[in-house]
Every structure is written in C-alpha cells, then in structure tokens.
C-alpha cells in the first residue's frame, strides 16, 4: 500500500458510498472535528490522522488488534482466510471481530476474489490495514504496549478467584434490596425529568443545581445521579438533546412495568453494555470473586485503554452493584442468572425476593397515604395526580395537599371521582378530613380564571392572557406572590390581571403556586408545560455533524458517479500535493479508451497536467476525458 496520503484517496472513494447515518457516527465515534470538513476527502484525511488513530485503536478488542496487527504486516492487503490461518482462528470468527473495525475506518475489508463487495467468509475479502494505522500499531512496543505477537500470543489473566458459596443466600437478600433501591431511584429520576428536563452545561453533564434537584427526587447521592442517568441512557429512557437531558417516548412504557421487568430492562442494558469477551468470563465464572480480577482481565484485553476505559469499568462496576448483580465483587443468584441465561430469567430469581406489589393503601388523618409494599405501576401513576410523593420505597408515603388536588381536578378529575378512587383503594376508609379537602377545594376550584386575550386587546395592552377572579383579595395575593413574579403579572382592572406569557404557562404556574385557576371557557385545561417556567425555550442550535455530512454530501451532489469532474479535480489536487502516481482511465475521441499512469503536476481550469511515467512526456488533459483515477501501488 502506498503513503497516507494515497491511503486517503482511496478511503475517500469508500466514504464516498456511505450513507448520512454512518457518517454521522463515524465522525462521532472517531472524535473528529467536524468544523474543518468540506468533502470526504477531508474526512479521510482527519481519519488517518496519527491522534485520531490512536484513540480508535485503544476502543478495540485484543482479538480485533491482533488481527489488524497481523494483516498489517501485509501491505497490499491479505485474504481472510490466510489471516484467519495465521492467528488459528475461524474465519467468520476473525470478520467478526474486524467489522467493528471496518466500520470505524481503520481497516478496509476489500473486494473478494469472486468480485463481492460484501464482507462474507465464502467471498474470502482482502483485508487491507490502512498505513497509518499499521504505523501505530508498530509504534506500540517502544511505548510498552504489546507487540503483533505479544497481541496474538500473550495468554489471559489467571482465572477468578473462586467465593465462598455458604452466604449466598444473605447476599441475594442484599442484592434485591439494592435492586429494588435502584429501579425506584431511576423511577423518580424520570418523572422529575419528565416534569422538567435538565438543562445541560455548555461543555456537558448537569449543571450543580440540576443535579441537586434530580439527586432529591431520587433520594440518592449527588455523585449517584450520574452513574443513574447513564443507566437510563443504556436502557434507552433518556437521552441528551438541544441542551437538555430529557426522557424518551419508552419512559411510560417502562414504567408501567412491575419492578423485577423494569429491573430486567436496565440489567440487560447493562449486560449488553460489556464486551463481549467479559461477558463470556463472566457466564463462566459465575462462582468466582469479580473483583481485581476483572480489571485484570479488562486491562489485558484492552491493551491501550487507558484511564478512560478504567473510568467506563468502574462506573459499570457501581452500576452493578446498585442492580444487586454482584456485591463487592461477589455475583449473586440474580447476578448469575443475568450472565447466564439473561435478563428474563435473572427477573425470574429477582420477583420472589423482592415484596409483591400491591394495589391497597392506607389513608390517614393526617392526608398520609402509606403503601404497604411497591404499588402496581398503574396505580402509581394515578396516585401521583392525586397526591405528592413524599417518599419512594418498599412503603411509599403521599401527602394529599390543596395543590395536588387543584392539580388533578385540572387534569379532569372531580370530587366524586376522587373520592370514588380513595375508597377502592383504601384498607381504612377514607378519613373525614381527608374527604373534606377533597370536596372543598373542588367547590373552589376556577376562583381564579385563566384564558388567552383576543387579537385586538393583546395588541392595545402588549398582554397575551388574562387572569380574572370576582375575589379582588385573592387577585392582590396572586399579584404579589414571589411564585408568579416570573409571569410579569399586571393589574389593568379591579377583576383583571394580564401577563405576556402564554396562557399554559399562566394557569400551571398558578395551579403549582396553589391557586385555584382553571380555563376561563370551563374546559380541560392544555397539556402541562414540561416546566412551568415563564422564560421561552431555548432555541434549537444546529448539531455541528449532521451540518458536516450535508456538506460532504453537497460536496458529493454536483455528480452521481466517479466521472464527475469534482470527484476528479480533488483527487488530482490530493495526488499533487502528496506527489503521488495515479492511474487514469481516459475516454478518447473515437468511443475507445486508453490507460495511462501519470506523476500529477497541476491543474488548472478545466485540465489537469501530468508527466506519462511510461513515455517520459508531459501531458495535458481535459478533466471531462478522465473517467476513473485510483492511485498507483
């Protein structure tokens, strides 16, 4: 294989056929820049770069490496099937280990002997590893990092210590009490981000006042909410989008689920998070110690990890422990199960030991509701339109308040219907005072009316809503209450309040600062705002690598084949700068065509010029004429 930069031309040409999603992710996972990208040539170039090559390769697998090692030793390229023969490996095994790679750029898994473009054992591909890469690789033993044969042949850690298995069954206890703390904590942490999703920081992760709001809804320690959320991004309920840290659509789902299938979700996200190699060592060393061990394991696996990767170990460790998979480096039954057999049969060994759920309470004088054990997920959730969660757990405790009962008459419910749904579901009655905060603050409720201004008095008073009540004492409170100075409320009669904010945002303001404020028309009110907050979101900003692939395919637009006259010009300025021998396919006058091998010397307007390494001349050609150029070996 020829220098980098006839490497680029001709990864240029593979990039070129990728589609917008795997360029993407590409340019993510490889950490380049996408500011500087204008056309794939760009991006090949960034790809082969020594830095970004570097980090790649620590990303990858001591089986993976170890192939990319070997084939490297073959410039031009090497069948699967010999470099499969070399490492005394299976063939489909070595592919598989070297997709990843391919993906990644940092190998080519070339055309096939039988013209195949697709990646298969039977096509027998060239594996082909780009130079760069190759020169990493041969740097790494003069850095203390293994050698291609330290990388093929260097045995494995030891095996895990083995556990003493006569506590096993006060370690599963254990482990299902830290599993249920956990589903519960995650639980809280969406709803919180459901009521208000968390704003980011510039250069990422939570703000300290966010954090500090999502670690006391999830009763959990600040420095636990980050490992939390990344569970919930594994899991796929949460994800990072224009700023925010918000839930994703599967949240409702999931938290209908009982407690051991939520746990199951997250456990086999956690699961599948690991290499795979580890979860191998795992399944086979279920009644082992998983403590230094593994990192032992981890650290020979993944050769040029570095702190990084121990960084991803560790919190996948604590992870672990919070789902009660293993407790201080001992696996557990349930822990067992999920390596095992997966995370369906780890729920089954999880539901016995954890209390079954209920669908009763206790209703108290004091407006306490106590939940004997954890509340089917249904019943949860209508609970909570009622009542706020004072404490999550084994036995939830609610507080009934004015607000909470304005919030859910909001919603659609009424007196009957509450104290219709308070009786089913409580093991006491329903206490007096209980029934009477119901009833009285439904007679109440819409004191304080809420409805958008029409056209002409919105533009007269610079207001978008209105805020009326007949009670001239409860206007002046709602006036000068420090929970609606966000509204920029104003007094413009003796019944009347106006507010350039949106009327959602009024009547949800008002309803949380405990007013009894409903539509003015007497319908259902709109949908809750995520957060009740009266400044205006923040505009969406452009995700710079999606701005990068338009680009490149912008770049790509002005012609649908290699012939095209950009496709060309580039690779011939590329072949200039690096003085590099290309291979021309020339169209001629009478339909023929004629190959030339030529050292690229400049280019101007519409021709290209060149020195014929076969003739020994100078030649002139229109661009329009060259229908391929690929670099010369």
Do not use: C, N
Request: glycine share 8%.
């Amino acid at each position: 294989m020829p220098g980098t930069s006839a490497a680029s031309l001709a990864l240029a040409a593979r990039l070129r056929d990728r589609d917008d999603a795997s360029l993407a992710r590409l340019i993510r996972d490889r950490g380049v820049s996408p500011a500087g990208l204008r056309d794939v040539f760009d991006l090949a170039e960034a790809l082969l770069d020594g830095g970004t090559v570097a980090s790649s390769l620590a990303a990858l697998s001591r089986r993976a490496l170890a192939a990319i090692a070997t084939a490297a030793q073959h410039s031009d390229g090497v069948p699967l099937s010999d470099l499969a023969s070399g490492l005394d490996r299976d063939p489909a095994a070595v592919l598989h280990d070297l997709v990843p790679a391919e993906r990644a750029a940092l190998v080519a898994l070339g055309e096939a002997a039988d013209g195949r473009t697709e990646p298969t054992v039977a096509g027998d591909p060239t594996v082909l590893v780009w130079p760069s890469v190759a020169a990493e690789l041969a740097s790494w033993p003069a850095r203390g990092l293994p050698s291609t044969e330290a990388l093929r042949d260097d045995p494995a850690p030891p095996a895990l210590e083995p556990v003493d298995d006569s506590d096993r069954r006060f370690l599963d206890r254990g482990a299902a009490e830290k599993a249920y703390t956990t589903v519960t904590r995650v639980t809280e942490l969406l709803i919180a981000l459901q009521d208000s999703p968390a704003r980011l920081l510039a250069k990422g992760g939570l703000s300290l006042p966010e954090a500090k709001r999502l670690a006391a809804a999830a009763d959990a320690d600040l420095d636990e909410v980050p490992v939390l959320l990344d569970l919930a991004v594994l899991a796929g309920l949460v994800d990072d989008a224009a700023g925010h840290t918000r839930p994703l659509p599967a949240v409702d789902a999931w938290r209908s689920l009982p407690v051991a299938d939520r746990w199951a979700a997250l456990a086999d996200a956690w699961a599948s998070a690991l290499p795979e190699e580890l979860r191998e060592l795992l399944a086979d060393r279920v009644d082992a110690r998983w403590g230094e061990g593994i990192a032992d394991f981890v650290d020979w696996l993944y050769p040029a990890g570095g702190d990084a990767l121990l960084r991803r170990l560790h919190r996948r460790g604590a992870q672990g422990d919070r789902l009660g998979i293993a407790t201080d480096g001992r696996p557990s039954s349930i822990g067992a199960a999920l390596v095992t057999s997966g995370a369906a049969a780890a729920a089954e060994v999880l539901a016995p030991l954890i209390p079954p759920a209920v669908d009763r309470v206790y209703l108290q004088h004091d407006l306490t509701i106590v939940s004997p054990g954890p509340l089917e997920g249904a019943l949860d959730e209508r609970l909570r339109r009622v009542a706020v969660m004072e404490a999550a757990g084994l036995a939830g405790r609610y507080r009934v308040t004015q607000e909470s009962v304005t919030r859910a008459i909001a919603l659609g419910e009424t007196a009957d219907t509450l104290v219709t749904f308070l009786q089913e579901i409580s093991l006491t009655g329903v206490p007096q005072p209980l029934e009477y905060l119901v009833r009285e603050t439904a007679r109440r409720y819409g004191a304080v009316r809420v409805g958008a201004l029409d056209h002409d008095e919105s533009t007269a008073l610079g207001a978008r809503t209105a805020v009326r009540s007949d009670d001239g004492v409860m206007l002046e409170a709602v006036l000068v209450d420090a929970a609606t100075a966000s509204l920029g409320l104003r007094r413009t009669g003796p019944h009347r309040l106006v507010s350039r904010v949106e009327p959602a945002i009024v009547l949800w303001t008002l309803i949380d600062a405990r007013y009894p404020a409903a539509p003015d028309d007497g319908a259902l009110p709109p949908e809750r705002p995520r957060s009740s907050s009266a400044r205006p979101p923040a505009a969406p900003t452009e995700d710079p690598v999606l701005a990068a692939v338009a680009r490149l395919r912008h770049a790509a637009a002005s012609t649908s084949s290699e012939s095209g006259a950009a496709w060309v010009s580039r690779q011939w300025e590329l072949a200039v700068r690096g003085r590099l021998g290309v291979r021309a396919t020339i169209a001629m006058p009478d339909g023929t065509e004629r190959v030339l091998e030529l050292e690229p010397t400049g280019i101007a307007g519409s021709r290209v010029r060149g020195r014929d390494l076969q003739a020994d001349v100078e030649r002139t050609l229109p661009i329009s004429s060259i229908t391929a150029l690929e670099p010369l070996e």
